[in-house]
């Protein structure tokens, strides 16, 4: 009997697309793909570029995400849901600066 650490190596060897027994009946969708490649994308951003800026844009998506719902899926936001944004946009705009001041001050 296969265990979960051998169809993951199947997957590893068999390359992108592959469907072992454990994931039979379940669709291979296009957003699946698009979320590995953002992720990845979003690794190689932390990896690569200034950690701040990335952990900013990272953020928004829940900002994002949310104005989406609100808009094409008539979601109402709890108030709860308008303090985390308004704590994510004003962590993204305080950072931002202390970064700036932090730049201006080693010049």
């Not at 995400?65 to 808009?71: D, H, K």
Request: charged fraction near 15%; proline fraction near 3%.
């Amino acid at each position: 009997m296969a265990t979960p650490l051998d169809r993951d190596a199947q997957t590893l060897a068999h390359g992108p697309g592959y469907c072992s027994s454990r994931c039979e009946g379940k669709s291979q969708d296009p957003e699946s793909h698009a979320e590995s490649v953002a992720q990845l994308a979003l690794t190689r951003a932390y990896r690569e570029g200034n950690t701040l800026t990335v952990g900013c844009f990272a953020y928004s998506t829940v900002i994002f995400t949310m104005i989406f719902g609100v808009l094409i899926w008539g979601e109402i936001l709890t108030l709860e849901a308008c303090i985390g944004i308004a704590v994510i946009i004003v962590g993204g705009i305080l950072a931002v600066f202390r970064r700036a001041a932090q730049t201006k001050q080693q010049r």
